[in-house]
């Protein structure tokens, strides 16, 4: 199945609730870009071979099931079909180590979930904003 | 000397040398025999001529490494004045695994080493020993810091859970929330918070001790005055900063942690909408300033002073807190060599205040110079 052209997020996520918090904060800030979910790195892998994702935002979690976050990261930096998706890490470890070497790996981005009241809809926000602002890269190198 | 007088030199000899756990020795360069006290005989069993063994038994008796050492020295001796230290790691033998050999090469009137032998397996086992313990002990830590990475992590997901299950009642409830509904959701609310802090305070306390402290020159007056401006005190509570402006050399990061905590403690349980709270440094004898954080609160009953300082303790139960600001600042105080504890403050006699006191050992303790 192809989902066709179009700005498309990832949402790389095992945690259910977190899914839901992060759906409900999109719809909230007024993001209208179509959401697919995958609930581990495979999903995700499965999601960018074959569904034909042309420009795509991946918010992904580090410490999932099967195929964890930085698994997929170094997949991708081996992978050039895998390369076509801006990567905006969101995970619960603050270690230092964690935050170097996912930026080592190329990502845009690295945000440590907090449990606090607005920050689903503070990170929403800068979704909706990076999506308005920032320029994603094409499947296939093309550009538009 | 007589004979007599030779005699009884040598027995005061061997007495000095036996108390001294130690042995005498003598290479033969010329005869290649060693002869010498106890410990010889016992390294080497049964000598080969009189009292002499030859050397290469005592060669076949070490490791490799040091082995090649000794069969060196004894190649050297002829050839000048050698002074000679070397611990010999012994192979093959139950009771002895290393010896030193402390001796001098002379020419009298052939080439001889003569010195003193001793046997120093006690001092190699317990060495090793605390090896072996220091090694167990720094994987014990590593353990501990691991175990608490996940225990937070693993803990806080399942937790934010619940904080966001409870904002998605409270938005889809909308308007059919009862004003008990929405009291109990924000009740809800303030345990995940406390709880988020509680596991982020464990983590902070695992790693007091892995933190590596940097030193550097502070300035103790401004670091009290930072201090103030840092917790951000509300209005009607006051900081006193009673600190000479001596320049110490010392971990400012760990010391201003535990100011800090100190007075963010005496703040939190203060019981009423205005307050004074006090810093105070003195010196406390040789390179060693004592420290008081003192406040005008409800004060802390005696007996129950030193169970503040255990972790998750909280004498106000659903105090502010998450009972670990106490235990953090004297396992950092105890790090740095320093101690703490509690004395009552200015207003014991009405029932009020207390006086939380640490020592902290500096580097260094000058006035400042200009």
Redesign the interface.
């Known amino acids: 199945m192809a989902d066709g052209p179009g700005t498309h997020i990832l949402l790389v996520d095992d945690d259910e609730i977190d899914v839901i918090a992060l759906t409900r904060a999109f719809a909230e800030v007024g993001i209208d870009v179509p959401l697919i979910i995958a609930r581990d790195g495979e999903e995700a892998l499965g999601a960018l071979l074959e569904r034909g994702l042309d420009a795509v935002l991946m918010l992904l979690d580090l410490n999932m099931p099967r195929m964890g976050g930085f698994e997929l990261l170094e997949r991708r930096a081996s992978d050039p079909r895998l390369g076509a998706a801006a990567v905006l890490v969101m995970t619960t470890s603050s270690r230092r180590q964690d935050i170097e070497r996912a930026h080592a790996l190329g990502i845009v981005g690295y945000v440590v979930k907090a449990t606090r009241p607005g920050f689903s809809r503070d990170f929403a926000e800068l979704v909706r904003r990076y999506l308005a602002l920032a320029s994603l890269p094409r499947a296939g190198g093309r550009t538009r | 000397m007589t004979d007599e007088e030779e005699q009884d030199q040598r027995a005061s000899l061997n007495l000095a040398f036996a108390i001294g756990g130690m042995n005498h020795f003598r290479v033969d360069v010329a005869s290649g025999l060693i002869a010498g006290g106890p410990l010889v005989k016992r390294l080497l069993g049964e000598p080969d001529a009189g009292e002499a063994f030859r050397v290469e038994r005592l060669l076949t008796r070490l490791d490799a490494t040091t082995g090649r050492q000794l069969a060196q020295i004894l190649t050297d001796l002829p050839r000048h004045d050698l002074a000679v230290d070397v611990e010999l790691v012994v192979v093959d033998h139950a009771a002895i695994d290393a010896i030193r050999m402390v001796g001098r090469a002379r020419t009298i009137p052939t080439p001889i080493l003569a010195g003193i032998m001793v046997d120093e397996t006690e001092r190699r086992r317990s060495e090793e020993l605390l090896r072996g313990r220091a090694a167990d002990l720094a994987a014990a830590n590593r353990q501990l810091e691991q175990f608490t990475?996940i225990v937070s992590?693993d803990l806080?997901?399942p937790?934010?859970?619940v904080?966001?299950?409870a904002?998605?009642l409270r938005?889809d409830l909308g308007d059919a929330a009862s004003p008990q509904v929405l009291e109990h959701l924000d009740k809800l609310?303030r345990q995940?918070?406390k709880m988020?802090r509680m596991l982020d305070d464990l983590q902070t306390y695992v790693h007091v001790d892995r933190r590596a402290g940097k030193i550097e020159t502070v300035d103790l007056e401004a670091l009290g005055v930072e201090l103030g401006e840092l917790v951000g005190l509300p209005d009607g509570f006051t900081l006193d900063v009673d600190v000479e402006p001596v320049r110490v050399e010392t971990d400012r990061t760990a010391l201003s942690l535990v100011l800090r905590n100190l007075l963010d403690n005496s703040f939190k349980h203060h019981d009423r909408k205005s307050g004074m709270l006090r810093i105070e440094a003195r010196p406390h004898g040789r390179g060693r300033q004592r420290f008081r954080v003192i406040d005008d609160g409800p004060g802390i009953v005696r007996r129950y002073r030193k169970r503040v300082f255990e972790p998750f303790h909280c004498l106000g139960g659903a105090g502010p807190g998450s009972g670990m600001g106490l235990a953090f600042v004297k396992r950092a105080v105890e790090r740095q060599g320093g101690r703490v504890w509690i004395e009552d403050g200015p207003g014991a006699d009405a029932g009020r205040g207390v006086a939380f006191c640490f020592t902290w050992p500096l580097v260094g303790c000058g006035k400042p110079d200009g």
């Open positions: 990475h992590h806080k997901s937790l934010r859970g904080h966001h299950l904002s998605f938005e609310d995940v918070t988020s």
